[in-house]
C-alpha cells in the first residue's frame, strides 16, 4: 500500500515563510513527477509547483519567485518552500505522485491527506 504524507503546515504572518514536505512510503518502484496542488475555501483544486523524475521544475504564475519545489529521489520526498507568503495562499496544500507500485503495474496517481496553510495579513 502507497501511502503520502505530509508535514509542515501552519499559520504564519503575511511576508513570512513555510517549508512543507512530503514522504511516500509502502511498495514502490518508481516515482515519477511529483507535485503540490492547493485548494482554497469556494475555489478548485489548483497545481502550484511541479517537479519531474530529472528535476524540471514548473510553477504557478502566481507563485513564481517566491515558492520553490526540491525531491530527493533516494529519500522518496518533495518539499516546497514557500517564501514571502500572501494571504491569497491560504489553502490546503496537497501533496501528489505518479508512482509505480511495481515493475508490471501501470503508473497511479496518489495523494497526500492535505495540510492547512493559513497565512494572515
Known amino acids: 500500500q502507497v501511502q503520502l504524507v505530509e508535514f509542515g503546515g501552519g499559520l504564519v504572518q503575511a511576508g513570512g515563510s513555510l517549508r512543507l514536505s512530503c514522504a511516500a512510503s509502502?511498495?514502490?518502484?518508481?516515482?515519477?513527477?511529483m507535485g503540490w496542488y492547493r485548494q482554497a475555501p469556494g475555489k478548485q483544486r489548483e497545481l502550484v509547483a511541479g517537479?519531474?523524475?530529472?528535476?524540471?521544475?514548473d510553477y504557478a504564475d502566481s507563485v513564481k519567485g517566491r515558492f520553490t519545489i526540491s525531491r530527493d529521489n533516494a529519500k522518496r520526498t518533495v518539499a516546497l518552500q514557500m517564501n514571502s507568503l500572501k494571504p491569497e495562499d491560504t489553502a490546503v496544500y496537497y501533496c501528489?505522485?505518479?508512482?509505480?507500485?511495481?515493475?508490471?503495474?501501470?503508473?497511479?496517481?496518489?495523494w497526500g491527506q492535505g495540510t492547512q496553510v493559513t497565512v494572515s495579513s
Open positions: 509502502g511498495i514502490i518502484f518508481s516515482i515519477d513527477a
Open positions: 501528489k505522485a505518479e508512482i509505480k507500485p511495481m515493475a508490471w503495474v501501470k503508473t497511479f496517481d496518489y
Open positions: 517537479i519531474t523524475s530529472g528535476g524540471s521544475t
